[in-house]
């Protein structure tokens, strides 16, 4: 069987160039995950929102959902395509055409229209860390696990910057990177907010502000506090490393800006939004 990967990002073609043997890390109904090296890459169905580990094929979701792999089954590559041996059968992905979209985030300041942002964050209504920036955040009194973990996010975010205001740069990046782990889900909504923090730090160029450097080593310490899907995406946001909806974000329209992030997981690109939102209020406080 034989099937085409019509667009990558340049993580993800890295990645290949480097490692070419690795098992099939797991799978879920729209993406078969790899492990090649140190890293994750995605083999995600047509029309998926490109991340940096992507290898966006050209099955739909069903065709994608029908493959014979399971985890564990052997993976090679050999830089022209991928093979996954799955119960005696080859399953061929061929990426020699593969568009490369660059993935790479540069460190300087790019305006970010925070009052679009955060238009699209109150609009979102996805849960998670979206009900911290929005005025009329949805109540469930029922819903314990979520009031609790509302709590402990606002009350670390809240702690980060007055440390931060108070030039308690190491203090305040515990603080912060104390959010690896929390949530449920795929990815826990903490390390898709810090995602878009990091993203953040490179938006407003003070990448290598010295609280920015505390905090990518406090991340880099911690990422064996989370699972194997968001250590991945960690790992990348600290090399520079983002989504396409990331990259493209300098956009005055808040709808465009939520149609595009709101295509990334249940809530995951609300909540990157949402650390991108954080970082440019977090730096206006004391820069």
């Not at 041996?85 to 080859?90: A, C, F, L, V």
């Amino acid at each position: 069987m034989k099937y085409h990967i019509t667009e990558t990002a340049s993580f993800a073609a890295g990645i290949l160039s480097q490692y070419s043997t690795g098992p099939v890390h797991s799978v879920y109904r729209k993406t078969i995950n790899l492990h090649l090296g140190p890293a994750l890459v995605a083999l995600q169905a047509a029309s998926s929102p490109l991340s940096p580990v992507s290898l966006i094929t050209d099955l739909q979701a069903p065709e994608m959902e029908a493959l014979s792999i399971q985890p564990e089954d052997p993976v090679s590559t050999d830089g022209q395509s991928i093979t996954i041996h799955s119960h005696g059968t080859r399953i061929i992905f061929n990426l020699s055409d593969a568009l490369v979209f660059d993935s790479f985030l540069p460190d300087q300041a790019v305006p970010v229209d925070t009052s679009a942002v955060k238009e699209a964050i109150c609009l979102s209504g996805s849960g998670g860390f979206s009900e911290l920036f929005s005025p009329e955040p949805q109540k469930d009194s029922s819903d314990f696990g979520k009031e609790a973990f509302l709590a402990v996010a606002g009350k670390r975010l809240e702690d980060a910057r007055h440390l931060a205001a108070s030039s308690c740069y190491e203090e305040s990046s515990t603080s912060l990177a104390g959010l690896i782990g929390l949530g449920i889900g795929l990815t826990p909504s903490g390390d898709d907010f810090l995602c878009g923090f990091l993203a953040g730090l490179r938006f407003a160029g003070q990448w290598e502000h010295p609280f920015a450097r505390l905090l990518r080593k406090e991340i880099s310490q911690h990422l064996g506090d989370t699972n194997d899907i968001s250590r991945t995406f960690l790992s990348c946001a600290l090399q520079g490393h983002f989504s396409r909806p990331v990259k493209e974000l300098p956009c005055p329209d808040s709808r465009k800006i939520l149609s595009s992030f709101s295509q990334i997981g249940h809530s995951s690109g609300i909540d990157t939004l949402c650390g991108i939102f954080y970082a440019s209020c977090f730096f206006a406080a004391f820069s």
